[in-house]
T-cell receptor
Framework: SAVISQKPSRDICQRGTSLTIQCQVD?????MFWYRQQPGQSLTLIAT?????????ESGFVIDKFPISRPNLTFSTLTVSNMSPEDSSIYLC???????????FGPGTRLTVT | GESVGLHLPTLSVQEGDNSIINCAYS??????FIWYKQESGKGPQFIID?????DKRQGQRVTVLLNKTVKHLSLQIAATQPGDSAVYFC???????????FGTGTSLTVIP
């Protein structure tokens, strides 16, 4: 399995500001994803991070609000822009193995917007 | 997207007993499934997976059963330990697509 790290692990931010979350994987992976998990709820896919091109966003998520970069096969960033308290959530990076469909998650970034 | 529940089912078991966590999935075209364990403050941890050409798969102390007829998945944990206390999610995927759809989750509490 891949080892995934995220930075920061948590942050408290003021509304109207932006936060960039970093995801680093210890091996080259085919696919990287960003999920959101609101308190006490399940996981919702925000977007698929594509290397060298624009991310593919799921319904309800837009690039202006959640810009994503993936400059190479082991690194991606998610920015939460112009934050509001409704953005308070855990943001999770996830990767899929090159050789199978197994999907693994990072430790998450716990974001609180005040 | 698929259903995302607002109420987390709970299951309490005595230490040493077996646990069974159930999941009903929604898409009959789903052909790959994963069970995840999520402890408080951590990301989901891959436990075991199963493909639709199987109806049972065993790991260390865990067994996943798949019933495609009724679109039901279960995770059995043998000799449950306090360290098994966590929220367990099932996730379904259609191999031709990217997205995994996650179930509501079940909170397992092991009573010492």
């Amino acid at each position: 399995s891949a080892v995934i790290s995220q930075k920061p692990s948590r942050d408290i931010c003021q509304r109207g500001t932006s936060l960039t979350i970093q995801c680093q994987v210890d091996s080259q992976v085919t696919m990287m994803f960003w999920y959101r998990q609101q308190p006490g709820q399940s996981l919702t896919l925000i977007a698929t991070a594509n290397q060298g091109s624009e991310a593919t966003y799921e319904s309800g998520f837009v690039i202006d609000k959640f810009p994503i970069s993936r400059p190479n096969l082991t690194f991606s960033t998610l920015t939460v822009s112009n934050m509001s308290p409704e953005d308070s959530s855990i943001y999770l990076c996830s990767v899929r193995s090159q050789s199978s469909y197994e999907q693994y998650f990072g430790p998450g970034t716990r974001l609180t917007v005040t | 997207g698929e259903s995302v529940g607002l109420h987390l089912p709970t299951l309490s078991v005595q230490e040493g007993d077996n646990s069974i966590i159930n999941c009903a999935y929604s898409n009959s075209a789903s052909d790959y499934f994963i069970w995840y364990k999520q402890e408080s403050g951590k990301g989901p941890q891959f436990i075991i997976d199963i493909r639709s050409n199987m109806d049972k798969r065993q790991g260390q102390r865990v067994t996943v059963l798949l019933n495609k007829t009724v679109k039901h998945l279960s995770l059995q944990i043998a000799a449950t330990q306090p360290g098994d206390s966590a929220v367990y999610f099932c996730a379904e995927n259609i191999s031709t697509g990217n997205q995994f759809y996650f179930g509501t989750g079940t909170s397992l509490t092991v009573i010492p």
